[in-house]
C-alpha cells in the first residue's frame, strides 16, 4: 500500500523513517513518501493524492484543523480534538481520524497511577491530550490564554501560570508548549520545585533529549518522559486504522533512537 505524510516545511519529518522501520520489521512492500504541499497548491490536495494512489496519509503543520473541511468523514475523536493528523481512502472516502491524543495518552499508560493531570499550553496537541485523559482523570490547563479553552468542545478547567496551585498536587504534568524548542527560551513557566516528588513529568517534544523542563525536573530526581513514544503510538495507531494489522512499535522505536543518536 501507499503512504504518506503531508506538511509545510516537511522535509524535516522523521514519519517515512519510522514507518519504512516497520515495513522493513513487518516484510511488507508498503511505501511511505514526505509530501511537501505549498499551501497555494492544498485546495488541490484530492487531485494530488489521488494521483499518486496514497491509501492513507498523515497530517502536520499547518493543516490538521484544515483537513476537518477537507474529508468527507470524521471521527468522534477527529471532531472532539478538532483537528485530523491520519486521513483514511477506502473506495474513494476519505475519513479523517486523531491519533494523537490515544498515541499519548498509550505513551503514559505505565504512569497513570495518580489522577491530577495538569497540562501545560491550549493548543492543538494540548487539546488532543486533554479529550483523551480527561474522562478518567482530573485535567487542569495552565495557559498564558485561558479563552482558547472556553473554545473547546469539552469542558476542562484553566488557568494562568501565576493563579493556579494546581501544580502542588500534579501526579502528571505535560508540556505540550514550544518551551524548549529550538527559537524558544527556556522560561520558567512552572516551578519544579513544587511538585510532588513522586510527579512524572512529560514533554511532547522527542528531539533534543531533554528539554529544559525534563533536564530541571530530572535534576530533581522526578521520572521523566519525552514524546518519542507518543510519536511512536500515534504513527503506530496510524498503521492500524490502515491496514487493520499491529505495527512493529520496537523497530519504529529504534529506528528514530538511531537516526537521532
Ligand atoms: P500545537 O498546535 O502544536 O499545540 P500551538 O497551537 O501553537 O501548537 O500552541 C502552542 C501553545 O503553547 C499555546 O497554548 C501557546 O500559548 P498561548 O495560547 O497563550 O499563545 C503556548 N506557548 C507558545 N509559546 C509560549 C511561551 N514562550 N511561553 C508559554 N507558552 C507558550
Same mark, same amino acid.
Given at each position: 500500500?501507499?503512504?504518506? =505524510?503531508?506538511?509545510?516545511?516537511?522535509? #524535516?519529518?522523521?514519519?517515512?523513517?519510522?514507518?519504512?522501520? %516497520?515495513?522493513?520489521?513487518?516484510?511488507?512492500?508498503?511505501?511511505?513518501?514526505?509530501?511537501?504541499?505549498?499551501?497555494?497548491?492544498?485546495? #488541490?490536495?484530492? +487531485?494530488?493524492?489521488?494521483?499518486?494512489?496514497?491509501?492513507?496519509?498523515?497530517?502536520?503543520?499547518?493543516?490538521? =484543523?484544515?483537513?476537518?473541511?477537507?474529508? @468527507?468523514?470524521? @471521527?468522534?475523536?477527529?471532531?472532539?480534538?478538532?483537528?485530523? *493528523?491520519?486521513?483514511?481512502?477506502?473506495?474513494? =472516502?476519505?475519513? !479523517?481520524?486523531?491519533?494523537?491524543?490515544? !498515541?499519548?495518552?498509550?505513551?503514559?499508560?505505565?504512569?497513570?497511577?495518580?489522577?491530577?493531570?495538569?497540562?501545560?499550553?491550549?493548543?492543538?496537541?494540548?487539546?488532543?491530550?486533554?479529550?483523551?485523559?480527561?474522562?478518567?482523570?482530573?485535567?487542569?490547563?495552565? %495557559?498564558?490564554?485561558?479563552?482558547?479553552?472556553? $473554545?473547546?468542545?469539552?469542558?476542562?478547567?484553566?488557568?494562568?501560570?501565576?493563579?493556579? @496551585?494546581?501544580?502542588?498536587?500534579? @501526579?502528571?504534568?505535560? *508540556?505540550?508548549?514550544?518551551?524548549?524548542? $529550538?527559537?524558544?527560551?527556556?522560561?520558567?513557566?512552572?516551578?519544579?520545585?513544587?511538585?510532588?516528588?513522586?510527579?512524572?513529568?512529560?514533554?511532547?517534544?522527542?528531539?533534543? +533529549?531533554?528539554?529544559?523542563?525534563? /533536564?530541571?525536573?530530572?535534576?530533581?530526581?522526578?521520572?521523566?518522559? *519525552? !514524546?518519542?513514544?507518543?510519536?511512536?503510538?500515534?504513527?503506530?495507531?496510524?498503521?492500524?486504522?490502515?491496514?487493520?494489522?499491529?505495527?512493529?512499535?520496537?523497530?519504529?522505536? /529504534?529506528?528514530?533512537? %538511531?537516526?537521532?543518536?
Amino acid at each position: 500500500m501507499k503512504f504518506a =505524510v503531508i506538511g509545510h516545511p516537511i522535509k #524535516h519529518s522523521l514519519s517515512p523513517l519510522m514507518h519504512h522501520a %516497520n515495513f522493513k520489521a513487518l516484510q511488507t512492500d508498503d511505501e511511505y513518501a514526505a509530501l511537501h504541499i505549498d499551501p497555494k497548491h492544498f485546495h #488541490h490536495l484530492r +487531485d494530488i493524492i489521488q494521483d499518486k494512489a496514497i491509501d492513507g496519509f498523515n497530517i502536520t503543520i499547518p493543516y490538521k =484543523v484544515d483537513m476537518l473541511q477537507v474529508v @468527507d468523514v470524521v @471521527d468522534t475523536e477527529a471532531q472532539m480534538i478538532g483537528a485530523i *493528523n491520519t486521513v483514511h481512502i477506502k473506495d474513494g =472516502v476519505w475519513y !479523517g481520524y486523531n491519533t494523537d491524543g490515544a !498515541g499519548f495518552k498509550a505513551s503514559i499508560e505505565n504512569y497513570i497511577g495518580g489522577k491530577n493531570i495538569v497540562v501545560l499550553g491550549a493548543g492543538g496537541a494540548s487539546q488532543a491530550i486533554c479529550y483523551t485523559l480527561f474522562k478518567d482523570n482530573k485535567v487542569t490547563v495552565l %495557559n498564558r490564554n485561558t479563552n482558547r479553552v472556553a $473554545d473547546w468542545p469539552f469542558q476542562i478547567e484553566a488557568y494562568t501560570y501565576d493563579m493556579s @496551585d494546581a501544580i502542588k498536587q500534579a @501526579d502528571i504534568v505535560i *508540556n505540550t508548549t514550544p518551551v524548549g524548542m $529550538d527559537g524558544f527560551m527556556a522560561d520558567d513557566l512552572i516551578d519544579i520545585s513544587q511538585l510532588k516528588p513522586s510527579a512524572v513529568v512529560c514533554d511532547i517534544i522527542y528531539t533534543p +533529549d531533554r528539554t529544559p523542563i525534563l /533536564q530541571s525536573a530530572a535534576q530533581r530526581g522526578l521520572s521523566i518522559i *519525552n !514524546g518519542l513514544d507518543m510519536f511512536v503510538n500515534q504513527g503506530a495507531l496510524s498503521y492500524e486504522i490502515w491496514t487493520g494489522n499491529k505495527a512493529d512499535k520496537t523497530a519504529m522505536k /529504534q529506528a528514530v533512537i %538511531n537516526y537521532l543518536q
